[in-house]
């Protein structure tokens, strides 16, 4: 692998990492704000969390069939179809988004209690739950219009951009929370309104200045053709995000099950583990753009070399992030001092455990990334299902309940019956060399 191969990736993939980890840091440092309200207010609000994550990754997908079809399209240097394609999938992904907000904003306690919540988390995360759908429509804009900048070679402008306005939230949070005593109603309140201004500053960049893309409205036969292309696409990366998703809030409601500290040790390790998961994302963003340049080119020598380059140091980064991510358990018990001792306890351990198996999910973030870009997403959507909801969550169940592991069987359920698992079965899928094909996709503008 080059010099020059691994310049190219990084100049994708590091953006986008920093970016990532610079929301998520902040999200956890929300987190810690939050925490100064207790072990319960703790469990409320990561459950509401998770609730949450499920619609925000199934709207994301919009903006991975914007990354696809738009990297596809600049391989062609066709510039007037990615600019539809970017213009389409921001109004689609907001009217998606809207339809799943409404409801959850108008009784997120009722949801809670629905999905086997106790009324004690209910109550305590309902309002926060509530508000913070709000945020749903303006998260999917951000993602597809962050998407689109990377696949134009502009991926350090998100980064700015998210550094201006979400270094806001700890800040906002800590004011609404602890100085005005508005509860966990405040950690919302700053996640909204510092998503607000990311939006209006990524949508003034992206279609109003020269950093941006050339857009013109399309006609209704452009538009129906880029739907139809988007299609096949996203249909199933989004029945398999809702079967993902699904999968890692079922596990927190096993956990919850156990009690109350297990649920608070489980929510912590999860949002300490994605610090360190989120600084290897950029390596799935320029598996997804690189090689779908090269199939938008029919080269398939080329789709070679960027999807194994792209795994290659994507693999080695995991590895080094995984020893970060053990190496600093012990910052647990600091930042979160208003729990009690078991619960750190079992934070830390949990975040040892899984800090052993990082390079395994990141292997299979890319592989995720590589085959959705050749269009393989029905098969991904299989892989998910045998994973999760064949192997991984029965074998969580048994070791947690029948053979009395607790929380270390869940957590060893998630880690080998799942992550174990697919990266097999994407392995064996990416050396059969099924996931692509070079034949000419049909122009939207046709």
């Known amino acids: ?21 610079v929301q998520l840091v902040l999200n956890f440092t929300n987190q810690v704000v939050v925490g100064t309200l207790g072990t319960a207010t703790i469990a409320a609000v990561g459950l509401s969390n998770n609730a949450l994550f499920i619609g925000i990754a199934c709207l994301n997908v919009v903006g991975s069939g914007c990354a696809i079809l738009a990297s596809r399209a600049r391989g062609r240097g066709d510039e007037d179809t990615l600019g539809r394609i970017a213009l389409l999938s921001v109004l689609f992904a907001v009217l998606l988004a809207l339809l ?11 949801f809670l209690r629905f999905v086997g919540a106790s009324d004690e988390i209910a109550g305590i995360g309902g309002p926060y739950l509530g508000l913070y759908a709000l945020a749903l429509p303006l998260v999917t804009a951000n993602v597809v219009m ?4 990377r696949t134009i070679g502009r991926a350090r402008l998100p980064l700015i951009v998210t550094l ?13 929370v602890t100085q005005l005593g508005w509860g966990v109603i405040g950690a919302a309140a700053a996640i909204v309104m510092t998503q607000s201004l990311r939006t209006a500053l990524l949508a003034g960049f992206l279609f109003f200045s020269r950093f941006g893309i050339r857009v013109r409205l399309p006609t209704f036969s452009q538009g129906r053709g880029v739907f139809a292309e988007m299609a096949p696409l996203v249909l199933p990366l989004f029945v398999t995000e809702i079967v993902f998703s699904s999968g890692v809030f079922l596990f927190s409601l096993l956990v919850g099950r156990i009690g109350t500290a297990q649920l608070a040790a489980f929510q912590i390790v999860a949002t300490f583990e994605n610090i360190f998961v989120v600084g290897a994302v950029g390596f799935n963003t320029a598996a997804t753009i690189l090689t779908g340049r090269a199939i938008g080119q029919a080269n398939a020598r080329e789709v070679w070399r960027w999807s194994g380059g792209v795994w290659r140091l994507g693999v080695l980064v995991g590895l080094g992030l995984g020893v970060l991510f053990a190496a600093s358990t012990f910052l647990i018990g600091a930042l979160f001092p208003n729990t009690t001792p078991e619960v750190r306890q079992l934070a830390q351990w949990g975040a040892l455990l899984n800090a052993l198996f990082l390079p395994v999910k990141v292997a299979n973030m890319i592989g995720f990334g590589t085959l959705a870009s050749g269009g393989d997403t029905r098969y991904l959507l299989l892989s998910d299902v045998v994973t999760v909801v ?57």
Do not use: C, H, Q
Request: glycine letters at 8%; proline letters at 8%.
């Open 1 to 21: 692998m080059s010099a020059e191969t691994n310049r190219e990736i990084a100049r994708i993939a590091l953006p986008v990492s920093l970016e990532s980890m």
């Open 100 to 110: 799943l907000t409404v409801p959850i904003a108008l009784s997120g306690s009722g």
């Open 146 to 149: 962050t998407s689109t900048f």
């Open 164 to 176: 201006s306005s979400l270094t806001l939230t700890p800040l906002l949070a800590w004011l609404l």
């Open 390 to 446: 064949l192997v991984g969550l029965p074998f969580a169940y048994l070791l947690a309940f029948p053979a009395g592991l607790g929380l270390w069987g869940v957590f060893l359920g998630r880690l080998l019956g799942e992550e174990m698992a697919r990266i097999v079965m994407l392995v064996w899928r990416y050396r059969t060399g099924a996931w692509f094909k070079l034949e000419p996709r049909p122009n939207p503008t046709d």
